[in-house]
């Protein structure tokens, strides 16, 4: 399996990702939506960008605009929100589909990885969450639910920390 971050991705402020944003780092990817009973997570998705970043940790969100219309706002507006309403500084993707025929190939590779239940496929809703250990491989898929607080995905959090 290739590394999700082999393609090419677009930051939310326009041009290239940088790639030294995910380089050796573990990376917690999350499908956001600003417009979602979910959308409260952002709080606790920087508290944990925060707490691990000196660590070897990100959080990388991925608006999306595919579940009931969320997320309908321009990525200038997206990046408003964020940081004004929940002080975000973790890097974010342009928007992005991550199911049917538009996918992003980023959500090629994580669609496949499957949950602690062992379903795989297409993403269930807004903050479906998929972490990446620093050499790439996807190690664990976390659905929306799950919030950045709950102790399976802190500790597994913790245990792809490089180093």
């Keep these: 399996m290739s590394s999700p971050f082999s393609v090419p991705l677009t930051a939310l402020a326009g041009g290239p990702l940088p790639a030294d944003a995910l380089d050796g780092r573990a990376v917690l990817v999350v499908n956001v939506a600003s417009r979602c009973g979910l959308t409260p997570q952002y709080e606790a998705l920087e508290a944990l960008h925060r707490e691990f970043a000196g660590r070897g940790f990100t959080v990388l969100g991925v608006p999306c ?8 706002g321009t990525d200038a507006e997206i990046a408003e929100y964020c940081s004004a309403t929940w002080g975000t500084t973790f890097p974010m993707t342009a928007k992005a589909d991550v199911n049917g025929p ?10 496949a990885t499957p949950d602690a239940d062992g379903e795989a496929g297409d993403v269930a ?5 998929f972490l990446v ?7 664990g898929r976390f659905r929306p639910r799950t919030t950045p ?3 399976a995905l802190r500790s597994a959090v913790e245990a792809t920390l490089p180093g």
Aim: without cysteine; proline residues 12%.
């Design 65 to 72: 605009n595919q579940f009931n219309g969320q997320e309908p």
């Design 133 to 139: 250990a620093p050499d790439g491989q996807v190690v």
């Design 125 to 129: 809703w807004n903050f479906e969450k």
């Design 149 to 151: 607080e709950d102790p």
């Design 102 to 111: 538009d996918r992003h190939p980023l959500y090629d590779v994580l669609a």
